[in-house]
């Protein structure tokens, strides 16, 4: 009897002990700054901070977070979102001057879902996220509905690990009038580990962060893979924002920066949380003509990566090695160019793109994609996404597309039409684009008048067409090597590599701003009496003719006021009427 | 009779032939007076280029014409110029044979009431002689081939022309007496477009006048022969529904085309009442004032079916014209159609009492329309009250126009039978007042 007792006891012990042995799942945070000069001059910063939560958040119950914010957490378990991308940017990317971009953003907020396949209703749950996001990121992302939200079949395919991909289960939408501020940096600070107190955050200053070429903000939530044999999925959120700092203006016409000048902070310490701090400042033209820069304080690494077809150099700032502070409390990263840069290096990148409105009048209008394949011998195909409201209408029999004057056929054509005040249009293309060309790519519209009470309050200000959406493979001239994504820095891991012959690049064009015809907002009750008194005289006119009949008119005795003239004319001498 | 007509036709085809070729056909094609959302031609090449891509036609919210119409483009799309000179041309010598075999049976009427005596004596310059009615065939049918409204029409290649064709065959079969015919090309007029089943009671009307069957509620001939006309139209039409399901094996075309017609959401401005009226209407009433616009245009067909149950012809004028003045999306091409019959009231003339501002008033305004339409569109030192106010110019004037025929006629009939030189009881000249 005792012997059984301590058999179940042992047995209990057993059970307890390889129970507790996985403990709570374990999660790491990683936070880099990449500095990069821009070919025209300007100044960029990418920042990434990196959670990676080693949980499977859809079937375990969680009820703790550490790194990972709850906010987010709850939100990808209630809606069993698979991957999530939202973004907030003000301004442009300038592809032609600045390169080819990391992350490159649409101007307004953006954002793409891609829900699990176990969600019945996918735009029931679509319409729910984007107000729980709103809420969250303080941005007027309610204002997303079906009349911006568009299914794509071809583009946006998954960043992270997935196994079915039924484009249905995808929501893309953007908002190109969405404006970002300090409001939207607050909250998207407040997820962070460290908040805004240690590490690289304290260098998240608003006031010098919106005196930029370029804001932008994203949050990137996807599945991963826990180790090589992928067996198990991690979470992954990546923070990230890019600034572009226009050197000419904070350097005082010079194109020396420092991080004090750029931020009016310094770093002092990393963040406590974090398993790995960086900054990696892009020196690649040092390498290229000896001393033409010089980086203080020196750097104590350098790494060098194959980024986007590019051998590229970088000097290494690992917050965390305990000699980086020794000199000094804090570390201001500084480069000074030895010699004025007269002649830039002005790489054109290989693919770049921009989209105008063309006509004139209020009736009917053009939109044209320009793309640019500046590669000198290879073609590759790019997939072309356009959403139009429904309030332009598209004409696909005008859809025209040429290359080198020649009519160039899209081998895919994906087009769904818009609903008006339901869906919009829907056009996405997969186009081959020849080695070193120009496509041209035009679409004629018909401009809608509206209800009145479908305008802004700001009518004549225009009404904004989301930005196109470019995603393509670009080989790459030089061979990439697919790296560990846990030991190379995070700005070369965004996007999943499939070999090292080509990189994948998705570039956004302008929005644009097209004027629509607009009716006289102050004449509801005018015109409500107008045209009601145009009906009130076919009524009238037909109700005399057809209830009444031709009499011959008898003389009547005449009323009062006839006698009274009378009277008055007898006294005056006139004959009577 | 032939000869002229010929002439006619070849002058009118020379005109579209040329102006085909001219570069004002791109222009007068984007003139919203002249195509509508609904029979716009670029929206039929649209549907079209959508069918190649594997879309359906009806999935997005440009398309709005029936099947029949991607049925007859699809093979015809190359010769589209050609087939709408020959639209034109249909209608005009179906209209010229339906007036023609009107005006005998208008003649024969006249005999038979001036042997019964029922004229009074002194109307003898109000009785129509053949001499008068001989060239009223011919006049119709150039009435409608040479007036700019059709020529503009056909030009821009809108299907407008092809709903006239089928009204025109619809007019000349009812004429003719063959009941199945009018009740077939009733129903295609019907699917086409829906109001013209206002048309069903005038062309009931004469149908009975013409079998000598009185109307009367009372009576069983009556009955039965209204019952078996509704029953041809309602089947033709029943046809001509399931054939067009069998297209795209959908039913996506009714809400598309009928539901588009009856709910007017696309506020595109044109020469009606409607676009303006919706683009300035509160959310609320929207529902309300769409029901009381699409009852307006059927509300008019018993009155007018009471008071002019001797005189169908006249009936189905009047109704065409209401058609045309208040359907949705009107055009120039569906004021050309019932414009196609005023010589047929020429006989009207001297009873008209505002004719000549009417006409001053219909022609300023037509040319209006294209210059405050620049000026709000293209130039923008205009607004869109400037085309609206032409709209509503142009709308009263029409309603006037119908009105006073109206009156002409109801003045006619009465003179006819109470005498043209009415004297009081003490012998001075009268004054006829409708009270």
Same mark, same amino acid.
């Given at each position: 009897?005792?012997?059984?007792?301590?058999?179940?006891?042992?047995?209990?012990?057993?059970?307890?002990?390889?129970?507790?042995?996985?403990?709570?799942?374990?999660?790491?945070? #990683?936070?880099?700054?990449?500095?990069?000069?821009? !070919?025209?001059?300007?100044?960029?910063?990418?920042?990434?901070?990196?959670?990676?939560?080693?949980?499977?958040?859809?079937? %375990?119950?969680?009820?703790?977070?550490?790194?990972?914010?709850?906010?987010?957490?709850?939100?990808?378990?209630?809606?069993?979102?698979?991957?999530?991308?939202?973004?907030?940017?003000?301004?442009?990317?300038?592809?032609?001057?600045?390169?080819?971009?990391?992350?490159?953003?649409?101007?307004?907020?953006?954002?793409?879902?891609?829900?699990?396949?176990?969600?019945?209703?996918?735009?029931?749950?679509?319409?729910?996220?984007?107000?729980?996001?709103?809420?969250?990121?303080?941005?007027?992302?309610?204002?997303?509905?079906?009349?911006?939200?568009?299914?794509?079949?071809?583009?946006?395919?998954?960043?992270?690990?997935?196994?079915?991909?039924?484009?249905?289960?995808?929501?893309?939408?953007?908002?190109?009038?969405?404006?970002?501020?300090?409001?939207?940096?607050?909250?998207?600070?407040?997820?962070?580990?460290?908040?805004?107190?240690?590490?690289?955050?304290?260098?998240?200053?608003?006031?010098?962060?919106?005196?930029?070429?370029?804001?932008?903000?994203?949050?990137?939530?996807?599945?991963?893979?826990?180790?090589?044999?992928?067996?198990?999925?991690?979470?992954?959120?990546?923070?990230?924002?890019?600034?572009?700092?226009?050197?000419?203006?904070?350097?005082?016409?010079?194109?020396?920066?420092?991080?004090?000048?750029?931020?009016?902070?310094?770093?002092?310490?990393?963040?406590?949380?974090?398993?790995?701090?960086?900054?990696?400042?892009?020196?690649?033209?040092?390498?290229? %003509?000896?001393?033409?820069?010089?980086?203080?304080?020196?750097?104590?690494?350098?790494?060098?990566?194959?980024?986007?077809?590019?051998?590229?150099?970088?000097?290494?700032?690992? &917050?965390?090695?305990?000699?980086?502070?020794?000199?000094?409390?804090? &570390?201001?990263?500084?480069?000074?160019?030895?010699?004025?840069?007269?002649?830039?290096?002005?790489?054109?990148?290989?693919?770049?793109?921009?989209?105008?409105?063309?006509?004139?009048?209020?009736?009917?209008?053009?939109?044209?994609?320009?793309?640019?394949?500046?590669?000198?011998?290879?073609?590759?195909?790019?997939?072309?996404?356009?959403?139009?409201?429904?309030?332009?209408?598209?004409?696909?029999?005008?859809?025209?597309?040429?290359?080198?004057?020649?009519?160039?056929?899209?081998?895919?054509?994906?087009?769904?039409?818009?609903?008006?005040?339901?869906?919009?249009?829907?056009?996405?293309?997969?186009?081959?684009?020849?080695?070193?060309?120009?496509?041209?790519?035009?679409?004629?519209?018909? #401009?809608?008048?509206?209800?009145?009470?479908?305008?802004? !309050?700001?009518?004549?200000?225009?009404?904004?067409?989301?930005?196109?959406?470019?995603?393509?493979?670009?080989?790459?001239?030089?061979?990439?090597?697919?790296?560990?994504?846990?030991?190379?820095?995070?700005?070369?891991?965004?996007?999943?590599?499939?070999?090292?012959?080509?990189?994948?690049?998705?570039?956004?064009?302008?929005?644009?701003?097209?004027?629509?015809?607009?009716?006289?907002?102050?004449?509801?009750?005018?015109?409500?009496?107008?045209?009601?008194?145009?009906?009130?005289?076919?009524?009238?006119?037909?109700?005399?003719?057809?209830?009444?009949?031709?009499?011959?008119?008898?003389?009547?005795?005449?009323?009062?006021?006839?006698?009274?003239?009378?009277?008055?004319?007898?006294?005056?001498?006139?004959?009577?009427? | 009779?032939? /000869?002229?007509?010929?002439?006619?036709?070849?002058?009118?085809?020379?005109?579209?032939?040329?102006?085909?070729?001219?570069?004002?056909?791109?222009?007068?094609?984007?003139?919203?007076?002249?195509?509508?959302?609904?029979?716009?031609?670029?929206?039929?090449?649209?549907?079209? /280029?959508?069918?190649?891509?594997? +879309?359906?036609?009806?999935?997005?919210?440009?398309?709005?014409?029936?099947?029949?119409?991607?049925?007859?483009?699809?093979?015809?799309? =190359?010769?589209?110029?050609?087939?709408?000179?020959?639209?034109?041309?249909?209608?005009?010598?179906?209209?010229?044979?339906?007036?023609?075999?009107?005006?005998?049976?208008?003649?024969?009427?006249?005999?038979?009431?001036?042997?019964?005596?029922?004229?009074?004596?002194?109307?003898?310059?109000?009785?129509?002689?053949?001499? =008068?009615?001989?060239?009223?065939?011919?006049?119709?049918?150039?009435?409608?081939?040479?007036?700019?409204?059709?020529?503009?029409?056909?030009?821009?290649?809108?299907?407008?022309?092809?709903?006239?064709?089928?009204?025109?065959?619809?007019?000349?079969?009812?004429?003719?007496?063959?009941?199945?015919?009018?009740?077939?090309?009733?129903?295609?007029?019907?699917?086409?477009?829906?109001?013209?089943?206002?048309?069903?009671?005038?062309?009931?009307?004469?149908?009975?006048?013409?079998?000598?069957?009185?109307?009367?509620?009372?009576?069983?001939?009556?009955?039965?022969?209204?019952?078996?006309?509704?029953?041809?139209? *309602?089947?033709?039409?029943?046809?001509?529904?399931?054939?067009?399901?069998?297209?795209?094996?959908?039913?996506?075309?009714?809400?598309?085309?009928?539901?588009?017609?009856?709910?007017?959401?696309?506020?595109?401005?044109?020469?009606?009442?409607?676009?303006?009226?919706?683009?300035?209407?509160?959310?609320?009433?929207?529902?309300?004032?769409?029901?009381?616009?699409?009852?307006?245009?059927?509300?008019?067909?018993?009155?007018? /079916?009471?008071?002019?149950?001797?005189?169908?012809?006249?009936?189905?004028?009047?109704?065409?014209?209401?058609?045309?003045?208040?359907?949705?999306?009107?055009? +120039?091409?569906?004021?050309?159609?019932?414009?196609?019959?005023?010589?047929?009231?020429?006989?009207?003339?001297?009873?008209?009492?505002?004719?000549?501002?009417?006409?001053?008033?219909?022609?300023?305004?037509?040319?209006?329309?294209?210059?405050?339409?620049?000026?709000?569109?293209?130039?923008?030192?205009?607004?869109?009250?400037?085309?609206?106010?032409?709209?509503?110019?142009?709308?009263?004037?029409?309603?006037?126009?119908?009105?006073?025929?109206?009156? /002409?006629?109801?003045?006619?009939?009465?003179?006819?039978?109470?005498? *043209?030189?009415?004297?009081?009881?003490?012998?001075?000249?009268?004054?006829?007042?409708?009270?």
């Amino acid at each position: 009897m005792a012997g059984a007792v301590a058999a179940v006891l042992g047995l209990l012990l057993l059970l307890g002990s390889a129970g507790g042995s996985t403990g709570p799942p374990r999660d790491s945070l #990683r936070e880099e700054l990449l500095l990069s000069p821009l !070919p025209s001059g300007d100044l960029a910063a990418t920042f990434q901070f990196r959670a990676r939560w080693d949980s499977e958040l859809h079937r %375990e119950g969680v009820s703790h977070y550490r790194l990972f914010p709850k906010a987010l957490g709850q939100l990808i378990s209630k809606f069993l979102v698979r991957e999530l991308h939202l973004s907030l940017t003000q301004g442009f990317w300038r592809t032609r001057t600045w390169g080819q971009p990391y992350l490159q953003a649409p101007a307004g907020a953006e954002l793409w879902v891609w829900f699990q396949d176990s969600v019945t209703d996918v735009d029931k749950a679509w319409k729910e996220l984007s107000n729980i996001l709103s809420g969250i990121f303080c941005a007027s992302l309610n204002f997303i509905d079906s009349t911006n939200t568009v299914t794509p079949t071809a583009s946006f395919k998954p960043l992270g690990l997935a196994n079915v991909t039924d484009h249905h289960l995808l929501r893309y939408a953007v908002l190109p009038r969405e404006v970002v501020c300090t409001e939207n940096l607050t909250p998207w600070k407040k997820l962070l580990p460290c908040g805004s107190k240690a590490g690289l955050a304290v260098l998240l200053k608003a006031e010098r962060l919106f005196h930029t070429s370029y804001h932008s903000q994203a949050v990137h939530i996807r599945p991963i893979c826990r180790d090589a044999s992928c067996q198990s999925v991690s979470w992954e959120l990546r923070q990230t924002l890019t600034v572009v700092f226009d050197t000419f203006s904070i350097g005082q016409g010079k194109r020396d920066w420092s991080l004090f000048k750029m931020f009016s902070r310094t770093v002092t310490e990393a963040c406590p949380l974090a398993s790995e701090s960086k900054i990696y400042v892009d020196i690649s033209s040092k390498t290229q %003509e000896n001393e033409l820069l010089e980086v203080t304080p020196l750097p104590l690494s350098m790494h060098e990566a194959s980024v986007q077809g590019d051998r590229r150099t970088y000097a290494v700032y690992d &917050l965390l090695s305990p000699s980086l502070f020794n000199v000094s409390r804090s &570390l201001n990263v500084q480069l000074k160019w030895k010699r004025p840069q007269d002649s830039l290096d002005l790489s054109t990148p290989v693919l770049h793109a921009q989209r105008y409105v063309s006509g004139y009048g209020l009736q009917t209008g053009e939109i044209s994609t320009l793309i640019y394949n500046t590669h000198p011998y290879r073609a590759f195909p790019v997939i072309l996404l356009e959403t139009v409201p429904w309030y332009l209408r598209l004409y696909v029999h005008t859809l025209v597309i040429t290359t080198k004057g020649k009519e160039n056929k899209p081998s895919y054509i994906h087009y769904q039409p818009a609903q008006d005040r339901r869906r919009p249009h829907l056009l996405e293309m997969l186009i081959q684009l020849p080695a070193n060309s120009v496509t041209k790519i035009t679409i004629q519209f018909e #401009r809608a008048l509206l209800k009145w009470t479908e305008y802004t !309050p700001d009518p004549n200000h225009g009404f904004y067409v989301s930005p196109s959406v470019l995603s393509a493979l670009v080989p790459s001239v030089i061979a990439m090597k697919a790296e560990d994504a846990e030991q190379s820095p995070l700005f070369t891991s965004l996007f999943p590599s499939s070999d090292g012959s080509s990189y994948f690049v998705r570039l956004y064009t302008e929005p644009l701003l097209v004027n629509l015809p607009t009716p006289d907002f102050s004449m509801p009750y005018n015109v409500i009496c107008l045209t009601c008194t145009v009906v009130a005289v076919c009524y009238g006119s037909f109700y005399n003719l057809l209830t009444r009949t031709f009499h011959v008119e008898e003389p009547s005795r005449g009323g009062l006021a006839k006698r009274l003239a009378n009277i008055i004319r007898k006294v005056r001498g006139v004959p009577p009427l | 009779m032939a /000869a002229p007509l010929v002439l006619g036709i070849v002058v009118a085809v020379t005109v579209r032939a040329v102006l085909y070729r001219s570069s004002l056909a791109g222009f007068i094609s984007e003139r919203v007076e002249v195509a509508s959302p609904l029979n716009a031609w670029k929206r039929v090449v649209e549907g079209l /280029a959508l069918l190649d891509l594997g +879309v359906s036609p009806y999935s997005g919210d440009v398309f709005h014409e029936t099947p029949l119409i991607i049925y007859l483009f699809h093979f015809l799309i =190359e010769y589209s110029e050609l087939v709408f000179m020959i639209t034109d041309v249909l209608t005009a010598v179906a209209l010229y044979l339906a007036v023609q075999d009107f005006n005998k049976v208008v003649f024969k009427k006249q005999k038979l009431l001036m042997e019964l005596d029922r004229y009074a004596s002194d109307v003898a310059e109000l009785i129509r002689t053949p001499m =008068e009615m001989h060239y009223i065939p011919l006049k119709v049918a150039l009435f409608y081939l040479l007036n700019p409204y059709t020529v503009m029409s056909c030009v821009a290649k809108s299907t407008c022309a092809i709903n006239n064709t089928v009204i025109a065959f619809f007019i000349l079969a009812t004429i003719k007496g063959s009941t199945l015919l009018s009740a077939i090309f009733l129903a295609l007029a019907t699917y086409q477009s829906l109001y013209p089943l206002t048309l069903f009671a005038p062309a009931l009307l004469y149908l009975l006048q013409r079998e000598f069957i009185p109307v009367k509620l009372k009576s069983k001939g009556f009955w039965l022969y209204t019952t078996q006309y509704a029953a041809l139209y *309602l089947c033709s039409l029943v046809v001509i529904v399931c054939l067009s399901f069998f297209l795209l094996n959908s039913w996506d075309f009714i809400p598309s085309v009928y539901g588009f017609i009856l709910s007017v959401p696309d506020l595109t401005p044109n020469i009606g009442l409607f676009w303006y009226f919706f683009a300035e209407m509160f959310e609320h009433f929207s529902l309300f004032f769409v029901c009381v616009f699409q009852i307006n245009v059927f509300f008019y067909t018993i009155p007018l /079916a009471v008071k002019l149950k001797e005189h169908p012809i006249f009936f189905l004028f009047v109704q065409l014209a209401i058609i045309s003045i208040f359907k949705s999306y009107p055009t +120039v091409g569906d004021v050309a159609l019932y414009m196609a019959f005023l010589p047929l009231w020429s006989h009207l003339y001297r009873f008209l009492r505002n004719i000549f501002i009417l006409s001053c008033v219909l022609i300023v305004c037509s040319l209006l329309f294209p210059v405050l339409w620049h000026l709000w569109i293209y130039a923008g030192s205009a607004n869109s009250n400037f085309y609206y106010a032409i709209t509503l110019t142009f709308n009263v004037g029409q309603i006037l126009l119908i009105s006073d025929y109206f009156y /002409a006629f109801l003045r006619r009939e009465y003179y006819l039978t109470h005498g *043209l030189y009415l004297t009081r009881k003490d012998g001075t000249e009268a004054m006829l007042v409708l009270k």
